[in-house]
């Protein structure tokens, strides 16, 4: 299955301020997905990121305050924007394995406590 | 629309003790479904699924079998260790509108030693 890699483990940032997420690949992958999890929460899908074209997002969340890139088949970026206390979660980048019979494969995850 | 339920926790089971963790779905069509564990400051990993009725998905010792008629996937293990002590998410894809995939609410599992 795919392995990905994603940083920053965990970060406390200012109110205010923004927080620019990375998750590598190391597969090619059509699509990204962004969830975040606030404490104590299930999983939440934020985006789906496709490479080449702007990102598919759920109700309640909108480019503006959850910009994303997706510059190749293995990369992708959430940034946090202009973040406040309620922004505290966590963040997982996922990926299709194999079809989406197969499941999905999680980043570690990105703590964001914001202060 | 497509949903997940499944049991309240904390589940807290003495080590050796069988594990039991509901979960039913609502879906239209023949969705897959999963089982993610997440342990204490990781991300979630893919622990067991089923793609269709009657499978039963299986890995580490647990287990859940797909049933459409009760439309349930309910996680066992016959003996829990301290190490089993994790988030467990139940999980669907419907394989409609997308690929997006549907999380319950989790049930967090304490294993005393």
Redesign the interface.
């Known amino acids: 299955s795919a392995v990905i890699s994603q940083k920053p483990s965990r970060d406390i940032c200012q109110r205010g301020t923004s927080l620019t997420i990375q998750c590598q690949v190391d597969s090619q992958v059509t699509m990204m997905f962004w969830y975040r999890q606030q404490p104590g929460q299930s999983l939440t899908l934020i985006a789906t990121a496709n490479q080449g074209s702007e990102a598919t997002y759920e109700s309640g969340f909108v480019i503006d305050k959850f910009p994303i890139s997706r510059p190749n088949l293995t990369f992708s970026t959430l940034t946090v924007s202009n973040m406040s206390p309620e922004d505290s979660s966590i963040y997982l980048c996922s990926v299709e394995d194999e079809g989406s019979n197969y499941g999905y494969t999680f980043g570690s995850g990105t703590r964001l406590t914001v202060v | 629309g497509d949903s997940v339920t499944q049991m309240e926790g904390p589940v807290t089971l003495s080590e050796e003790a069988f594990l039991t963790i509901n979960c039913t779905y609502t879906a239209t069509g023949y969705p ?1 479904l ?1 089982w ?1 564990v997440q342990y204490p ?6 622990l067991l ?1 089923a ?1 269709k009725a009657d499978d039963k998905g299986s890995n580490k010792g647990f287990e859940a079998t797909y049933r459409k008629e009760t439309t349930s996937f309910h996680l066992e293990k016959g003996s829990v260790q301290v190490s089993d002590s994790a988030v467990y ?1 139940c999980a669907l ?1 419907g ?1 409609t509108g ?4 549907i ?4 049930t967090r599992l304490f294993v005393k030693a």
Not at chain 2, 41 to 46: D, K, Y
Not at chain 2, 103 to 106: K, T
């Open positions: 897959s999963f993610y400051g990781e991300g979630l990993q893919l699924k793609t998410f894809n394989n997308g690929f997006k995939t999380f319950g609410a989790g």
